[in-house]
C-alpha cells in the first residue's frame, strides 16, 4: 500500500497536459470483443482501470501490446469466455462494459457482479432492464449474473434513466447484429459519442440525436486506428487546482467540447481563464487553458445532471475550489448518495463545510485548510483530496492512493513538474 505526502500552500507555475478519457478507453477496450481484426488506439490513458481491461481481453484470448506511450494495439480472433478472469470483474465496475459486448457475441453469460468505487448503491437496473428489452432473459442473484437469449430485440427501447454505462452497454449489444433498434432516454455524454464514434469508423451503423439514438446492426466491423479524446474530467480537475491554489498554469490538450457547462460555473467562480483553440481531433475541438490567479466568488448552486450538464465527477474538485471562493455553495450530488465522504476530510483540514444528507453539503469560504492524515475513498475523491493538500498550509498524509492510479496517469511526477512537493512512499 502507498501514500502521498504533500506540502501544500505554494503557488504552482507551468505546464500539465491532459491524457485520454478514462471513461472513452475503457468503452473501447470492451468494444474490441465485436471486431474481427486489428485495432489501434491512440492516446490511451496508462492508468490501472484500463491495465484491468486489458488483463480481461487478455484472458479471453484478446492479443494486445503497447506499440509506444499511450498507443495501444489490439489484434481479435476467437474468444473463449471459459477463460474469463472473474477475479478482476469483481473489483472493476467498467468491467460491466463486458456484458453487452459478449452478449453481441454468446446466447448465454454468466458473470460475478461488478465491482469498482463505493460511492453508494450504484445498482444495474437500467442495464439490467435494457438487456430484458434487448431479448434476453436475467437472473440477478447473490452469486452474480445471469443472462440467456429468449428473443428478439424490441424496435424501441426506453432506458429506465440517462446512465452513460447502460447506454454504452446497449449500443455494444445490439450494433453488430441482424438488428435495428432505437434508445430513448439515452445518455448521449463524451464517452457515449466516442463509441459510437469508434464503432461508426469501423463500418457501424448509429446515429445519434440527443438522447434519442438510432442502431442499425451490421454483420461486421473491420479493423481501426482511433484517437481517444482528452480527458474533460482531467481538464476540470486541473482547473481547480490552479484556481484553488491561486496558480498561473497551462492546461493543455484539453477538449472543450465536453466541458461547457463546467467553463459556465467556473466564469460565475470568477475563475481567470484564457481559452486558446489548436484545432481538432475526428471532429471535437481542442484548446489550451491557461488559469490565473484570481479572486474567487462562490457558485450559489452546483448540482450533477446529464449530458450537457455538469459531470458528476467534478463536484468533488469544485468543492475544494469553493472552500477558497467568498460566500456560500451548495452541492446537490442527486446521482450517488454516498460520495460525500471526502467532506469530512476536508472539514478535518479547516473547510466550513456542512453534510446536509447523504446527497448534499453546504460549504462556506474562503477558509484556511491545513494538512492532516488523510484517506481516500474513491477515485474523484482522491483527486480532490489531493488538490486540497496543495491547497493546505503544512503536510499532508493521502492514504490508498492506487484509488487515484485508477484514474490519473503518472499524477504525482506530472504534478511534480508544475512545482508540485509530493512523493509516494510504501507504508
Known amino acids: 500500500m502507498e501514500k502521498f505526502i504533500i506540502h501544500g500552500g505554494k503557488p504552482l507555475a507551468g505546464e500539465i497536459e491532459v491524457k485520454g478519457a478514462k471513461n472513452s478507453a475503457t468503452a473501447l477496450i470492451?468494444?474490441?470483443?465485436?471486431?474481427?481484426?486489428?485495432?489501434?488506439?491512440?492516446?490511451?490513458?496508462?492508468?490501472?482501470?484500463?491495465?484491468?481491461?486489458?488483463?480481461?481481453?487478455?484472458?479471453?484470448g484478446i492479443k494486445t501490446e503497447w506499440l509506444e506511450k499511450n498507443k495501444l494495439y489490439l489484434k481479435v480472433s476467437d474468444i473463449n469466455p471459459a477463460d474469463l478472469k472473474q477475479e478482476v470483474i469483481c473489483k472493476l465496475r467498467s468491467s460491466v462494459l463486458f456484458i453487452g459486448s459478449l452478449l453481441s457475441r454468446l446466447s448465454e453469460l454468466s458473470l460475478p457482479h461488478p465491482?469498482?468505487?463505493?460511492?453508494?448503491?450504484?445498482?444495474?437496473?437500467?442495464?439490467?432492464?435494457?438487456?430484458e428489452k434487448c431479448g434476453f432473459s436475467v437472473e440477478n442473484s447473490e452469486s452474480g449474473l445471469y443472462f440467456k437469449r429468449i428473443g428478439s430485440p424490441h424496435k424501441e427501447i426506453l432506458l429506465s434513466e440517462i446512465s452513460p454505462t447502460a447506454t454504452v452497454n446497449l449500443i455494444l449489444a445490439l450494433c453488430k447484429s441482424d438488428?435495428?433498434?432505437?434508445?430513448?432516454?439515452?445518455?448521449?455524454?463524451?464517452?457515449?459519442?466516442?463509441?459510437?464514434?469508434?464503432?461508426?469508423?469501423?463500418?457501424?451503423?448509429i446515429k445519434i440525436s440527443g438522447h434519442t439514438i438510432e442502431i442499425e446492426g451490421v454483420k461486421k466491423l473491420h479493423s481501426v486506428e482511433y484517437t481517444v479524446m482528452p480527458d474533460p474530467?482531467?481538464?476540470?480537475?486541473?482547473?481547480?487546482?490552479?484556481?484553488?491554489?491561486?496558480?498561473?498554469?497551462?492546461?493543455?490538450?484539453?477538449?472543450?467540447?465536453f466541458f461547457a457547462q463546467e467553463l459556465e460555473k467556473?466564469?460565475?467562480?470568477?475563475?481567470?481563464?484564457?481559452?486558446?483553440?489548436?484545432?481538432?481531433?475526428q471532429g471535437k475541438n481542442l484548446s489550451d487553458i491557461i488559469v490565473k490567479p484570481s479572486k474567487l466568488r462562490a457558485v450559489k448552486k452546483l448540482n450533477d445532471m446529464p449530458y450537457p450538464g455538469f459531470m458528476s465527477d467534478l463536484l468533488s474538485p469544485f468543492a475544494v475550489l469553493m472552500t477558497q471562493?467568498?460566500?456560500?455553495?451548495?452541492?446537490?450530488?442527486?446521482?450517488?448518495?454516498?460520495?460525500?465522504?471526502?467532506?469530512?476530510?476536508?472539514?478535518?483540514?479547516?473547510?466550513?463545510?456542512?453534510?446536509?444528507?447523504p446527497?448534499?453539503?453546504?460549504?462556506?469560504?474562503?477558509?484556511?485548510?491545513?494538512?492532516?492524515?488523510m484517506e481516500i475513498t474513491d477515485l474523484r475523491a482522491g483527486a480532490t483530496l489531493v488538490i486540497a493538500g496543495?491547497?493546505?498550509?503544512?503536510?499532508?498524509?493521502?492514504?490508498?492512493?492506487?484509488?487515484?492510479?485508477?484514474?490519473?496517469?503518472?499524477?504525482?511526477?506530472?504534478?511534480?513538474?508544475?512545482?508540485?512537493?509530493?512523493?509516494?512512499?510504501?507504508?
Open 30 to 60: 470492451a468494444a474490441s470483443l465485436l471486431f474481427d481484426g486489428e485495432i489501434i488506439l491512440n492516446n490511451v490513458p496508462e492508468i490501472e482501470d484500463v491495465k484491468r481491461m486489458i488483463e480481461i481481453v487478455n484472458s479471453l
Open 115 to 131: 465491482g469498482g468505487c463505493q460511492i453508494g448503491a450504484r445498482p444495474l437496473d437500467a442495464h439490467l432492464m435494457g438487456f
Open 179 to 205: 438488428y435495428k433498434a432505437v434508445l430513448y432516454g439515452a445518455d448521449y455524454g463524451y464517452s457515449v459519442q466516442e463509441l459510437a464514434g469508434f464503432l461508426n469508423q469501423a463500418g457501424a451503423k
Open 233 to 257: 474530467i482531467e481538464t476540470g480537475t486541473f482547473v481547480c487546482l490552479a484556481a484553488a491554489t491561486g496558480s498561473e498554469l497551462i492546461i493543455k490538450n484539453s477538449s472543450t467540447d
Open 266 to 281: 467556473l466564469k460565475m467562480a470568477q475563475v481567470g481563464m484564457e481559452i486558446i483553440p489548436r484545432g481538432q481531433i
Open 325 to 357: 471562493a467568498e460566500g456560500t455553495t451548495l452541492i446537490h450530488d442527486w446521482m450517488y448518495e454516498g460520495r460525500t465522504k471526502y467532506v469530512n476530510e476536508l472539514i478535518k483540514m479547516g473547510a466550513n463545510a456542512t453534510i446536509c444528507d
Open 359 to 373: 446527497h448534499r453539503v453546504i460549504i462556506v469560504g474562503p477558509t484556511k485548510l491545513y494538512g492532516q492524515e
Open 390 to 427: 496543495l491547497v493546505a498550509e503544512g503536510e499532508s498524509r493521502i492514504s490508498n492512493v492506487y484509488q487515484i492510479d485508477r484514474g490519473y496517469e503518472s499524477i504525482e511526477s506530472r504534478l511534480k513538474k508544475i512545482g508540485a512537493d509530493i512523493k509516494k512512499v510504501k507504508i
